[in-house]
């Protein structure tokens, strides 16, 4: 079963605007990890954000991490048309930290 | 560094036939995973490692097998491929400690058909 699950599962934005995602996961977690996929390729860690912490910003990037209410944001600002990608958070599964579970994404599409 | 690779690209194959995708990584992590990707959906873990000699199954681990006898390479049996493990296939290896895994690094991925 998913751990994290990303809302909302599409976006569209005007170049320049920012861009929020959410996720909301299940149990407790070590650390909380965004990820980024342009169509066909692999995966490009984004973000990883850990359990002690409450805000993280790398660039455009600022990922906020909720545990009380199991929930993580990432907001993208000034989004370029190179933005445009699916988002996925990912966090340890239920039953072991090995097990890095990943939600179903969100798709943005940045216009130009 | 190479980081992630993995062979073949693309792969069809028919029902019941058996192959191996092949992952290496040159970044000396003892962590390495495979994953599933279906269209319009998120990863599925399948097998991961914490080091070789040590496997364990992932979420969807039927019909595959791994094996990890070097920190390097953890290549992904398929037994008798069926049409529903038509998907993109991805590895992924990371550092890690303790009971934690950290930033994953990915492949390019292996596209497989099976008709």
């Known amino acids: 079963s998913q751990q994290g699950e990303e809302d909302p599962q599409a976006l569209s934005i005007q170049e320049g605007e920012n861009a929020t995602m959410n996720c909301s996961y299940k149990t407790s977690i070590n650390n909380l990890q965004w990820y980024r996929q342009n169509s066909g390729r692999g995966l490009v860690h984004l973000i990883l954000i850990r359990s002690n912490e409450r805000e993280k910003h790398s660039g455009r990037l600022r990922v906020t991490l909720d545990t009380s209410k199991k929930s993580s944001s990432l907001l993208i600002t000034a989004s370029r048309a190179a933005d445009t990608a699916s988002y996925f958070c990912a966090t340890d599964a239920e039953d072991s930290s090995y097990k890095l579970i990943f939600g179903s994404g969100t798709r943005l599409l940045v216009r130009p | 560094n190479a980081g992630v690779t993995q062979t073949p690209k693309f792969q069809v194959l028919k029902t019941g036939q058996s192959m191996t995708l092949q992952c290496a990584q040159d970044?000396?992590?003892?962590?390495m995973s495979w994953y599933r990707q279906d269209p319009g959906m998120g990863l599925r873990l399948i097998h991961y490692s914490v080091g070789a000699g040590i496997t364990d199954q992932g979420e969807v681990p039927n019909g595959y097998n791994v094996s990890r006898s070097t920190t390097e390479d953890f290549p992904l049996r398929l037994l008798s491929a069926a049409p529903s493990q038509t998907s993109v296939y991805f590895c992924?290896?990371?550092?890690?400690?303790?009971?934690?895994?950290?930033?994953?690094?990915f492949g390019p991925g292996t596209r497989l058909t099976v008709t």
């Open positions: 970044m000396n992590h003892e962590y």
């Open positions: 992924a290896s990371s550092y890690s400690a303790g009971t934690s895994t950290y930033e994953q690094y």
